[in-house]
Nanobody, 123 residues
């Protein structure tokens, strides 16, 4: 599975961005597709995931502000980010894999990664 992330940019605090992840293969019922992010000097952290059974999970830090969705017909997964905060500044990566449910938030359990897209939120 190949993935390509896009949609990052510079936005003021309180603003919104929508990230897109194009996948080369159908993921419904086959792969979980998630978003992770990495800020300078920090470890890569889980943001949100759409599981292979279409359940959605979020990190506590983005719950209520971010929404993950997919368009199966177009093999696309999106991350709508609202009420952005400077702490959301990071490189965002989309990833696909088949982690067991208890590991669905763990980056090392994803086999396929996109190239990352920079999100910068100014205060």
């Amino acid at each position: 599975v190949q993935l390509q992330a896009s949609g990052g940019g510079l936005v003021q605090a309180g603003g919104s961005l929508r990230l897109s992840c194009a996948t080369s293969a159908r993921t419904s019922g086959r792969y979980a597709v998630g978003w992770f992010r990495q800020a300078p000097g920090k470890e890569r952290e889980f943001v949100a995931v759409n599981s292979w059974s279409d359940h959605r999970y979020y990190s506590d830090s983005v719950k209520g502000r971010f929404t993950i969705s997919k368009d199966s017909a177009e093999n696309m997964v999106y991350l709508q980010m609202n009420s952005l905060e400077p702490e959301d500044t990071a490189v965002y990566y989309c990833a696909a894999g088949r982690p067991i449910l208890s590991m669905i938030r763990v980056a090392s359990h994803y086999n396929y990664w996109g190239q990352g897209t920079q999100v910068t939120v100014s205060s």
